[in-house]
């Protein structure tokens, strides 16, 4: 079970949303909402539907339906206003009375609504605050006041713009006049409806936990722990970081930036190793001339703690990697591919979109991953039942590769492992009449062979669609993932896709997907992962 789900039975789904993370997703690839993240995953999810929300930097309980009878009943019961919600929201201003109501309409004006005297005509909102007494008590000592809202409809930022308007603006909503904080500090404690198959009344609460790290509330929301120890704790600019990077790596912290680290970021890194029970911490400065740089000078470098071992081990979704802190720029496996690492592992790609018919289970399933580099991919895919076929330039990466099969119970002669250009190696898999039920393709931005020479992928990804489409049987699936942080997502799934027609292929599903939502997307820190999954005809 995904560690935010409260409650699930055969007609709702209710989830524990952490701040940071949208309802939806606010665009086609501005990153996935927790509505898209959890209707993808599970096949059973594939129905959810939004009922109502929360905005981005809110937290708390939400309900999502999971038929079109608990949708109709809900929907129902929010229009009539049949259903309670309290929230608790933090202030440093002082609230004027221990309880009042405030009753307006709201007009949007640019980002912002703003709160007017009711009027024939508009749309009110009325909202109800207290301040309990114990807990006002409690948080006046610290300078803060907790306080209870109660909506008693249902406007966008009603109570944010109400909790403004008498004087108490919530801590760290800045739009609306509060103090800057690590985040908006307003929580969706508690919903009350009637269940639309029983008809009896049912409450969800969500406990507030306002001193928790909100970047860390992010991540304990989507991971499991009992299965995935490898994750990025820290992105950027997204987490309040500009140009820093950090990953849990099993029993090690893994800094990444330009420069070396600065006292505040040691004193972080200090912080969060304490949390995860930490043996190590090491840091990397990050190079834009890869090529030119060293394996010494890409590799991390201790900064205090325990020494890594040479090869150690982490946990992704049950599955077993090797990592390697000497090997240069990586260190054995690329963390922003987890979730399509799972898409192999369960195969199960998104909603109504299974990686491979039921039909073609038996035989197994053939998977052939280009660019495959230590075979993560492959290694879930074979844990799923698939044969695959491992293709990289790397005879260092393969034996990785084969090490990690290995680690995961997985003989790696059942499987095949293929040393060479991936240009040439399509051309003579094509020759010799091979095909796959799925083709993956995961190239570097940038590299070079002594049998096809320079590949940049914005300039040649065309090309390598082009030449693996005649490897993907009818029916079959083309992954195509891109990290080109410069390739705008629009543009790259345009020329796949313009490949894929030039080549007198069809699409007959497709499913785009960004990121995970451990690396947040922001204004500051843009998307840079971009994956298609299609299923060719």
Same mark, same amino acid.
């Given at each position: ?210 001193? %928790?790290? &909100?970047? #860390? $509330?992010?991540?304990? +929301?989507?991971?499991?722990?009992? =299965?995935?120890?490898?994750?990025? @704790? ?63 000078? %890409?590799? &991390?470098? #201790? $900064?205090?703690?325990? +020494?890594?071992?040479?090869?150690? =081990?982490?946990?992704?979704?049950? @599955? ?63 844990? %799923? ?13 393969? =034996? ?138």
């Amino acid at each position: 079970m995904v560690p935010c789900v409260i409650f699930e039975d055969e007609h709702l789904l209710v989830v524990n949303k952490p701040a940071g993370w949208n309802t939806h997703a606010p665009g086609p690839h501005a990153g996935e909402g927790i509505y898209d993240w959890l209707r993808h995953r599970e096949p059973r999810w594939a129905t959810l539907a939004i009922l109502h929300r929360l905005d981005k930097e809110t937290s708390g309980v939400m309900v999502f339906g999971k038929t079109p009878a608990a949708n109709k009943s809900l929907t129902q019961q929010f229009t009539e206003h049949r259903v309670s919600k309290k929230y608790l929201l933090l202030t440093d201003r002082s609230v004027p009375k221990r309880e009042l109501t405030v009753k307006s309409a709201l007009v949007r004006v640019g980002e912002k609504y703003l709160s007017r005297p009711p009027h024939a005509g508009a749309e009110i909102a009325e909202t109800r605050f207290g301040v309990p007494a114990l807990a006002g008590t409690d948080r006046l000592k610290a300078g803060l006041q907790t306080v209870e809202a109660s909506p008693l409809t249902g406007k966008t930022h009603q109570i944010r713009v109400h909790a403004a308007e008498k004087g108490f603006p919530v801590l760290g909503d800045t739009l609306y006049g509060g103090t800057p904080a690590a985040r908006v500090f307003l929580h969706a404690a508690e919903i009350f409806f009637t269940h639309p198959a029983t008809g009896k009344p049912v409450t969800f609460h969500a406990p507030a936990n306002f001193n %928790a790290d &909100p970047r #860390l $509330v992010l991540r304990a +929301a989507l991971i499991d722990p009992q =299965e995935t120890d490898a994750f990025r @704790v820290i992105h950027g600019a997204s987490d309040g970081w500009p140009g820093w990077y950090v990953e849990r790596l099993g029993k090690f912290l893994l800094s990444q930036s330009e420069q070396p680290l600065r006292t505040d970021q040691r004193e972080e890194l200090a912080r969060l190793a304490k949390i995860f029970s930490a043996s190590g911490a090491y840091h990397k400065i990050l190079s834009r001339q890869v090529r030119r740089t060293t394996v010494a000078e %890409a590799s &991390p470098q #201790l $900064v205090w703690g325990e +020494a890594v071992p040479e090869r150690f =081990e982490i946990c992704e979704n049950g @599955v077993r990697f090797e990592l390697g802190f000497n090997e240069g720029y990586s260190t054995g496996l690329f963390l922003d591919q987890r979730d399509n690492r799972r898409r192999f592992l369960t195969s199960h790609i998104a909603a109504d979109f299974p990686l491979f018919p039921s039909a073609i289970l038996h035989p197994p399933s053939s998977i052939l991953n280009v660019f495959s580099y230590t075979c993560g991919l492959s290694v879930c895919a074979a844990r %799923a039942g698939a044969k695959t076929t491992s293709l990289d330039l790397s005879k260092k990466y393969l =034996e990785w590769g084969r090490r990690n099969f290995a680690l995961n119970g997985l003989d790696p002669a059942a499987h095949d492992f293929i040393y060479g250009d991936a240009f040439d190696w399509l051309r003579r898999l094509a020759k010799k009449g091979r095909a796959f039920d799925a083709v993956a393709l995961d190239p570097p931005t940038f590299s070079q062979s002594k049998e096809h020479g320079v590949f940049r992928a914005e300039k040649d990804y065309g090309k390598l669609v082009a030449t693996a489409l005649p490897l993907v049987k009818p029916g079959g699936i083309l992954f195509a993932s891109t990290n080109a942080a410069d390739w705008p997502p629009e543009k790259f799934f345009a020329d796949v896709e313009k490949a894929i027609h030039a080549s007198r292929r069809k699409i007959l599903q497709r499913h785009h997907v960004p990121q995970p939502p451990d690396f947040p997307i922001s204004r500051a820190e843009p998307a840079y992962l971009k994956t298609a999954w299609l299923r060719i005809g």
